[in-house]
């Protein structure tokens, strides 16, 4: 979660797939 780094403007697709593979990875745990 400590992703909040000052990152340029270029690195927000790669912050938005990172937030989504949290997202799979949080339905995978709560599917278990």
């Not at 990152?7 to 989504?20: A, E, K």
């Amino acid at each position: 979660m400590g992703r909040l780094t000052c990152r340029p403007p270029m690195n927000r697709d790669r912050d938005l797939m990172g937030r989504i593979v949290d997202t799979i990875q949080a339905v995978y745990k709560a599917e278990g």
